[in-house]
């Protein structure tokens, strides 16, 4: 992961005493203290650092005590959510752990239809307290992913070709500085903070509770399909995936709106050691509807089939919650249409990485596709016109607000290697990179700029400039400079206004700027 070397200091004996005393209605707890290694698991074994403390507060106010403390005494501090984070962003070497386990409550505005969700929540509490009044949002596909890191980071989930990001539904949030204060956020209040959370917002302080829009949602239509890799399968699957997904000349595509699929390669240790082609649809479409815009795919004659219709939770449930594993996540990006060779290609690496690590059969390799449609830039410029029609995200990039900087006409793709010894953590990882390079290749097949950072890369809009990177799926080698693009120098000065001491420094680290102007 790329980071800034701030050198903070361990916690030490005198520091758990003084964060007792000072935080008497908070669990804290020492290394030695029962409870303490559930604090540091994490989804990734890979992922996991032995913190010095952990406090699991109540309150905003606790924690606004125990960052004003851990800044004081220039500790080092982590924050953990969900703990999915597989780069290790939730986790400190000694440091102070506020892990916010014990804050997970929803409480639904039904009038509003908003979601108030604190910043502990999974997505499995938001979906279900939602779910009971008739509502949804945006949010993450795997039910056990945090809220918390998901949101900061921007957020994809099976309803953004319809309502864009997590952050394009975020209200408000309520956030402790690293001086301690509480400060609200929202368009209206501390805009400029606002405008940091949406994308950076592990940078800036502990969010206490986040306040999303929810929408009135139906039952829809889901599955995975499993394929057999053979040529024939192949030609007929991805023609489908390019037919449901593109967008063809002077039209909407099939799936305009509808939701979300997933293309994907994997070893599932059902299949009997076979590596196996999945397409896992997540439709927001009536069963009929779904059935007729899926006949394709099930005529290419699945070996397992389980599409149906269920409500919005079990939906974000269908992908199993692989836990106990070491992972990491590397992310590419891609436009439409997906050509088979190149399928074929990851395929046969995809194999050629299973013969040389026998320990890795849980991995995969994912194309994510949303429902699509054109025209969705209001401002038509020259430059969107001109794009090829592959892509459009709708949603997601007719929004410009926030710092997220991958807004743009492409798609995020995902290499994630699972393994379980640590002498393979290097293997893996490099597999990882060598396929995301592929995926590079691949989109300057298409004609794509794939530089990085500052300039802007994959599908570069006009006016826009998307980064072609995900933060939140490239957890390692990637600068800040990359993730955020031109939006970089911005988040510098409003990081030497809320956090001059680089309190908050563990996922793409901004450096503050030396003297603020703000
Ligand atoms: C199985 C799996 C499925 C995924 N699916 C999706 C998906 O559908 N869509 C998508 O967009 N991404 C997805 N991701 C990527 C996901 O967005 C990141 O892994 C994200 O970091 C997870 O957030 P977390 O809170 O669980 O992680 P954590 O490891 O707890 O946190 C990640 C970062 O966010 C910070 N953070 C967390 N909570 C807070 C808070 N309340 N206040 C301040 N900082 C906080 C942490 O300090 C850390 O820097 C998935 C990842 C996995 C492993």
């Known amino acids: 992961m790329a980071q800034t070397i701030v050198s903070k200091r361990v916690v030490q004996e005198l520091d758990i005493t003084a964060l007792r005393k000072q935080l008497p209605s908070s669990t804290v707890l020492a290394p030695s203290d029962a409870g303490y290694s559930r604090t540091i698991e994490r989804w990734s074994r890979a992922a996991e650092k032995p913190a010095g403390v952990a406090i699991l507060p109540t309150t905003a106010e606790e924690i606004a005590a125990a960052v004003k403390y851990a800044s004081h005494q220039g500790i080092d501090v982590a924050v953990k959510g969900g703990g999915h984070s597989t780069a290790g962003a939730s986790s400190t070497n000694g440091g102070l752990l506020i892990d916010l386990a014990k804050m997970r409550r929803v409480t639904v505005d039904a009038v509003k239809q908003q979601l108030h969700v604190q910043g502990g929540c999974l997505w499995a509490d938001v979906d279900e307290a939602a779910w009971e009044h008739g509502l949804a949002t945006v949010g993450g596909t795997v039910a056990d992913t945090g809220v918390g890191g998901l949101t900061l980071g921007g957020g994809y989930?099976?309803?953004?070709?319809?309502?864009?990001?997590?952050?394009?539904?975020?209200?408000?949030?309520?956030?402790?500085?690293?001086?301690?204060?509480?400060?609200?956020?929202?368009?209206?209040?501390?805009?400029?903070?606002?405008?940091?959370?949406?994308?950076?917002?592990?940078?800036?302080?502990?969010?206490?509770?986040?306040?999303?829009?929810?929408?009135?949602?139906?039952?829809?239509?889901?599955?995975?399909?499993?394929?057999?890799?053979?040529?024939?399968?192949?030609?007929?699957?991805?023609?489908?995936?390019?037919?449901?997904?593109?967008?063809?000349?002077?039209?909407?595509?099939?799936?305009?709106?509808?939701?979300?699929?997933?293309?994907?390669?994997?070893?599932?240790?059902?299949?009997?050691?076979?590596?196996?082609?999945?397409?896992?649809?997540?439709?927001?479409?009536?069963?009929?509807?779904?059935?007729?815009?899926?006949?394709?795919?099930?005529?290419?004659?699945?070996?397992?089939?389980?599409?149906?219709?269920?409500?919005?939770?079990?939906?974000?449930?269908?992908?199993?919650?692989?836990?106990?594993?070491?992972?990491?996540?590397?992310?590419?990006?891609?436009?439409?249409?997906?050509r088979e060779e190149f399928v074929t290609e990851m395929l046969g690496k995809y194999n050629d990485f299973n013969e040389q690590c026998d320990d890795a059969a849980a991995s995969l390799v994912a194309w994510e596709l949303y429902?699509?449609?054109?025209?969705?830039?209001?401002?038509?410029?020259?430059?969107?016109?001109?794009?090829?029609?592959?892509?459009?995200?709708?949603?997601?990039?007719?929004?410009?607000?926030?710092?997220?900087?991958?807004?743009?006409?492409?798609?995020?793709?995902?290499?994630?290697?699972?393994?379980?010894?640590?002498?393979?953590?290097?293997?893996?990882?490099?597999?990882?990179?060598?396929?995301?390079?592929?995926?590079?290749?691949?989109?300057?097949?298409?004609?794509q700029r794939t530089s990085n950072g500052i300039e802007g890369g994959a599908s570069v809009r006009g006016h826009k400039g998307g980064v072609g990177i995900y933060g939140n799926y490239d957890q390692y080698d990637e600068i800040s400079r990359d993730i955020f693009g031109s939006n970089y120098p911005q988040l510098q000065k409003l990081k030497a206004k809320y956090d001059p001491t680089n309190v908050f420094n563990k996922l793409f680290p901004i450096t503050p700027e030396a003297k603020s102007t703000l």
Not at 249 to 268: D, F, H, I, V
Not at 397 to 424: Q, T, V
């Open 157 to 338: 989930g099976v309803l953004s070709g319809e309502r864009g990001l997590v952050i394009d539904n975020m209200v408000e949030a309520t956030v402790v500085l690293a001086n301690g204060e509480i400060k609200t956020a929202s368009k209206d209040q501390n805009a400029d903070l606002f405008w940091a959370l949406l994308g950076s917002g592990q940078n800036f302080g502990v969010t206490t509770e986040f306040v999303l829009q929810a929408y009135p949602q139906k039952d829809m239509f889901y599955g995975t399909m499993v394929f057999l890799p053979i040529p024939e399968n192949m030609t007929k699957l991805v023609k489908a995936v390019n037919d449901l997904f593109s967008v063809p000349e002077g039209g909407r595509s099939k799936s305009e709106g509808r939701g979300m699929g997933l293309l994907g390669m994997a070893k599932p240790p059902d299949a009997g050691g076979t590596t196996v082609i999945l397409f896992i649809a997540s439709l927001n479409a009536s069963e009929a509807e779904g059935r007729k815009l899926l006949q394709p795919f099930v005529d290419v004659g699945p070996i397992v089939n389980t599409l149906t219709c269920g409500p919005y939770p079990d939906v974000n449930k269908q992908v199993p919650a692989v836990i106990g594993m070491r992972s990491s996540m590397k992310g590419a990006a891609f436009v439409l249409p997906i």
């Open 371 to 447: 429902g699509t449609c054109i025209s969705s830039c209001e401002r038509q410029c020259a430059d969107c016109r001109l794009l090829p029609r592959s892509y459009d995200p709708s949603k997601v990039a007719k929004s410009d607000i926030g710092c997220f900087a991958n807004r743009g006409y492409h798609l995020n793709s995902l290499i994630m290697p699972m393994w379980s010894k640590p002498e393979n953590d290097q293997q893996c990882r490099q597999w990882a990179r060598e396929m995301s390079l592929m995926f590079k290749h691949e989109l300057e097949a298409h004609g």
